[in-house]
């Protein structure tokens, strides 16, 4: 009791009495885990003179340096390593002090684990290692750290993300920035990546939370089953513009996903632009268009970018319907004007 609260001169005279350092209450938690724990540091010394065991563990698996790391504390973080104890010594849920450093922004303590060699590809139950941790939470001198110890950076956790993928998501562009840097290769289990309808692709996912610079980040980076996610609720893909194949059925169903939830972008143009300057602008088997969809969802301004990229405004579908008549039908009448404008003036110049 006097290590777990912080009691220093009470804990010296009962070090006089020679007790034992490494008797655990029924948690099976030390003194010096305990005093680890509160970040008491002065106990902490004391203890350490006494050559306790320095990775005995509590009923949950965490041991002094893992309790020090989770919490910040870092100078006894130093006085523990100079112990030699085991860094990766993983909890019950397989947590490192790596780990717990890294997804905590304990970027001093990563910096003194990381001179022990610990393996920087540890992962705990749920398959994140501490780069993806780092990487999650936007941690980014951690990631920078991290990567100088070349860690796997195609990792992913049980779900199948990957370290850029949680970044991407995050907004964390700095990180999606370094991760790059790095390579990052196919993590799909299938050769060819695919995408199911209504399920989110990771750039187009990316776009509608507008981190439009990491989305053209990612599209200039050959984004494409190099960044995927494929998890239990969904089996994802990105923009496919591969460099040794072509993949027109994927291609097919991004753009299904795409124009079937295009009102999603209302407002956000420099996404939809961003998107159809790297073949988005596809035709489905049925003759739809992007321009279809938009007139029958009524964004004027999506109507006019797509108008300005070239889109046929003569082209119908199947059923011979065009876009006029689908933004007629609509009650689209900014619309209709526009369409009839654009029409005329391309009558004129093929005239």
Same mark, same amino acid.
């Given at each position: 009791? =006097?290590?777990?609260?912080?009691?220093?001169?009470?804990?010296?005279?009962?070090?006089e009495?020679?007790?034992?350092?490494?008797?655990?209450?029924?948690?099976?938690?030390?003194?010096?885990? #305990?005093?680890?724990?509160?970040?008491?540091? /002065? %106990?902490?010394?004391? !203890?350490?003179?006494?050559?306790?065991?320095?990775?005995l563990?509590?009923?949950?698996?965490?041991?002094?340096l893992?309790? =020090?790391?989770h919490?910040?504390?870092?100078?006894?973080?130093?006085?523990?390593?100079?112990?030699?104890?085991?860094?990766?010594?993983?909890?019950?849920?397989?947590?490192?002090?790596?780990?717990? =450093?890294?997804?905590?922004?304990?970027?001093? %303590?990563?910096?003194?684990?990381?001179?022990? /060699?610990?393996?920087?590809?540890?992962?705990?139950?749920?398959?994140?290692?501490?780069?993806?941790?780092?990487?999650?939470?936007?941690?980014?001198? %951690?990631?920078?750290?991290?990567? *100088?110890? +070349?860690?796997?950076?195609?990792?992913?956790?049980?779900?199948?993300c990957?370290?850029?993928? #949680?970044?991407?998501?995050?907004?964390?562009?700095?990180?999606?920035? !370094? !991760?790059?840097?790095? /390579?990052?290769?196919?993590?799909?289990?299938?050769?060819?990546?695919?995408?199911?309808?209504? &399920?989110?692709?990771?750039?187009?996912?990316?776009?509608?939370?507008? &981190?439009?610079?990491?989305?053209? !980040?990612?599209?200039?980076?050959?984004? $494409?089953?190099?960044?995927?996610?494929?998890?239990?609720?969904?089996?994802?893909?990105?923009? +496919?513009n591969?460099?040794?194949?072509?993949?027109?059925?994927?291609?097919?169903?991004?753009?299904?996903?795409?124009?079937?939830?295009?009102?999603?972008? #209302?407002?956000?143009?420099?996404?939809?632009?961003?998107?159809?300057? &790297?073949n988005?602008?596809?035709?489905?088997? $049925?003759?739809?268009?992007?321009?279809?969809?938009?007139?029958?969802?009524?964004?004027?301004? %999506?109507?006019?970018?797509?108008?300005?990229?070239? =889109?046929?405004?003569?082209?119908?579908?199947?059923?011979?319907?065009?876009?006029?008549?689908?933004?007629?039908?609509?009650?689209?009448?900014?619309?209709?004007?526009?369409?009839?404008? &654009?029409?005329k003036? *391309?009558?004129?110049?093929?005239?």
């Open positions: 009791m =006097a290590s777990q609260n912080g009691h220093t001169d009470i804990v010296k005279l009962l070090l009495k020679d007790p034992n350092v490494d008797l655990c209450n029924n948690e099976d938690c030390s003194p010096l885990l #305990m005093a680890s724990n509160n970040g008491h540091t /002065d %106990i902490v010394k004391l !203890l350490l003179e006494r050559n306790p065991n320095v990775d563990c509590n009923n949950d698996g965490c041991s002094p893992l309790m =020090a790391s919490n910040g504390h870092t100078d006894i973080v130093k006085l523990l390593l100079e112990r030699n104890p085991n860094v990766d010594l993983c909890n019950n849920d397989d947590c490192s002090p790596l780990y717990m =450093a890294s997804q905590n922004g304990h970027t001093d %303590i990563v910096k003194l684990l990381l001179e022990k /060699d610990p393996n920087v590809d540890l992962c705990n139950n749920d398959g994140c290692s501490p780069l993806y941790m780092a990487s999650h939470n936007g941690h980014t001198d %951690i990631v920078k750290l991290l990567l *100088e110890r +070349n860690p796997n950076v195609d990792l992913c956790n049980n779900d199948d990957s370290p850029l993928y #949680m970044a991407s998501q995050n907004g964390h562009t700095d990180i999606v920035k !370094l !991760l790059l840097e790095k /390579d990052p290769k196919d993590l799909c289990n299938n050769e060819d990546c695919y995408i199911r309808n209504g &399920h989110n692709d990771i750039v187009k996912s990316i776009a509608l939370k507008g &981190h439009i610079e990491i989305t053209k !980040l990612l599209l200039e980076n050959n984004a $494409d089953c190099n960044i995927c996610i494929h998890s239990k609720q969904s089996i994802t893909d990105t923009l +496919n591969h460099p040794r194949k072509t993949l027109d059925k994927e291609k097919q169903e991004l753009f299904d996903s795409l124009v079937q939830n295009i009102a999603c972008f #209302m407002g956000r143009i420099d996404v939809v632009s961003c998107l159809l300057d &790297h988005i602008n596809i035709t489905k088997e $049925d003759g739809t268009t992007p321009l279809f969809y938009a007139c029958e969802v009524g964004h004027e301004d %999506i109507v006019r970018l797509l108008l300005d990229k070239g =889109a046929d405004t003569q082209m119908c579908r199947l059923d011979g319907e065009s876009p006029l008549n689908i933004a007629t039908d609509n009650g689209r009448t900014s619309i209709v004007m526009m369409l009839t404008e &654009h029409m003036k *391309e009558d004129t110049f093929s005239s």
